[in-house]
């Protein structure tokens, strides 16, 4: 079964500089996917960035980058420019192709525990 | 914008009565998951919808949680009876069609606490 750790149940960060979530997951799949979501207080859960493990490019998307490191099995999101909206739960996710029941397959999203993230003024 | 619609937002039952969640996902979208996140904790899949088919419910305690999506568009999510440890929120995604590819989009989850 895969596994996501993150080890920063919370972090602070003042708004205009740069923060880093740390996310390792444990996977003896050589295809998948990882994902960084946010969950802001009282609103969805939105898909900020994803990282195919085949592609050896980081992911950028605007202020949020990765630093993906496959034999370390490390996915860690930076963000730059910290703004106030930045405030909330961050989630790493691992999906990787499964196969169930009579020969179907789906993919299935596996979480870590989160990273509170507080910006300041 | 598109959103996934779930009704009720809050829900607070007493044990061993029956609760019910709904869930809309947006227009088009074939595949519909249910999570269950307990405070503290990230999403765990509960159950996935390929239209009105199930292709996973591995971690779905049968005993008490149902689930259906009879026309495959809106879903329902019951427990049946609710105990202490159902106190959670449950979360509705759905996607184009399952895989990495394809984004979930969320819904705003609807709160259970059990009494």
């Known amino acids: 079964a895969q596994t996501v750790t993150q080890s920063q149940p919370e972090m602070s960060v003042q708004e205009a500089e740069t923060v880093t979530l740390s996310c390792t997951y444990d996977?003896?799949?050589?295809?998948?996917?990882l994902f960084w979501y946010k969950q802001p207080p009282s609103r969805q859960m939105i898909l900020v960035i994803r990282?195919?493990?085949?592609?050896?490019q980081n992911a950028t998307e605007n202020r949020f980058s990765v630093n993906f490191q496959k034999a370390a099995k490390s996915f860690s999101l930076k963000i730059s420019d910290s703004q106030l909206g930045d405030t909330a739960m961050y989630f790493c996710?691992?999906?990787?192709?499964?196969?169930?029941?009579?020969?179907?397959?789906?993919?299935?999203?596996?979480f870590g525990k989160g990273t509170l993230l507080t910006v300041n003024p | 914008e598109a959103e996934v619609a779930q009704s009720p937002r809050y829900k607070i039952t007493e044990k061993s009565q029956a609760v019910a969640f709904w869930c809309d996902p947006i227009?088009?979208?074939?595949?519909l998951y249910w999570y269950r996140q307990i405070l503290g904790q990230g999403p765990e899949l509960l159950v996935q919808?390929?239209?009105?088919?199930?292709?996973?419910d591995s971690q779905l305690p049968k005993d008490r949680f149902s689930a259906e999506r009879l026309k495959g568009v809106d879903s329902t999510l019951k427990i049946q009876p609710a105990e202490l440890g159902d106190s959670a929120m449950y979360l509705c995604?759905?996607?184009?069609?399952?895989?990495?590819?394809?984004?979930?989009?969320f819904g705003p989850g609807t709160r259970l606490t059990v009494l």
């Open positions: 995604a759905s996607s184009l069609v399952a895989g990495g590819d394809n984004e979930q989009f």
């Open positions: 996977t003896s799949e050589s295809n998948y996917y």
């Open positions: 990282q195919e493990a085949y592609k050896q």
């Open positions: 996710a691992f999906m990787k192709r499964g196969l169930i029941g009579s020969g179907g397959s789906n993919y299935k999203l596996t």
């Open positions: 227009s088009g979208h074939a595949t």
């Open positions: 919808f390929q239209d009105e088919s199930v292709v996973d």
